[in-house]
């Protein structure tokens, strides 16, 4: 015969002074894991700033054309380009900025 365990947990009556330290307490827990979870992340950007998504060097070139940054990798078995939400639509918009962009990513394989 196998015991299986139970877990009870024992609600404080609403209006109480441990219900409101209760719940004070949660929302200070929820408030200080969001701010571990941001700080985290934008640790975690910083140090892989310029780290292709692809082949993971620390080897991306950033080229502006226009209002739209792109970012290639320049790792010679790679070549990435990395784009950012919404650049794609940019540069579809302005056929110019492909045009540069096409030119400007060619340019850094030329020796």
Same mark, same amino acid.
């Given at each position: 015969?196998?015991?299986?365990?139970?877990?009870?947990?024992?609600?404080?009556?609403?209006?109480?002074?441990?219900?409101?330290?209760?719940?004070?307490?949660?929302?200070?827990?929820?408030?200080?894991?969001?701010?571990?979870?941001?700080?985290?992340?934008?640790?975690?950007?910083?140090?892989?700033?310029?780290?292709?998504?692809?082949? /993971?060097?620390?080897?991306?070139?950033?080229?502006?054309? /226009?209002?739209?940054?792109?970012?290639?990798?320049?790792?010679?078995?790679?070549?990435?380009?990395?784009?950012?939400?919404?650049?794609?639509?940019?540069?579809?918009?302005?056929?110019?900025?492909?045009?540069?962009?096409?030119?400007?990513?060619?340019?850094?394989?030329?020796?």
């Amino acid at each position: 015969m196998t015991l299986k365990r139970v877990s009870v947990k024992i609600q404080p009556k609403k209006g109480s002074e441990k219900a409101f330290f209760a719940a004070r307490d949660q929302h200070k827990l929820r408030e200080l894991r969001e701010k571990a979870a941001e700080e985290a992340t934008k640790k975690y950007c910083e140090e892989h700033k310029y780290h292709c998504f692809r082949c /993971g060097t620390q080897s991306l070139a950033e080229i502006d054309e /226009g209002d739209v940054k792109i970012e290639i990798c320049v790792n010679e078995n790679c070549g990435a380009i990395h784009l950012d939400p919404g650049e794609l639509k940019e540069i579809i918009k302005d056929q110019r900025v492909l045009s540069a962009a096409r030119n400007a990513f060619l340019s850094v394989f030329k020796k």
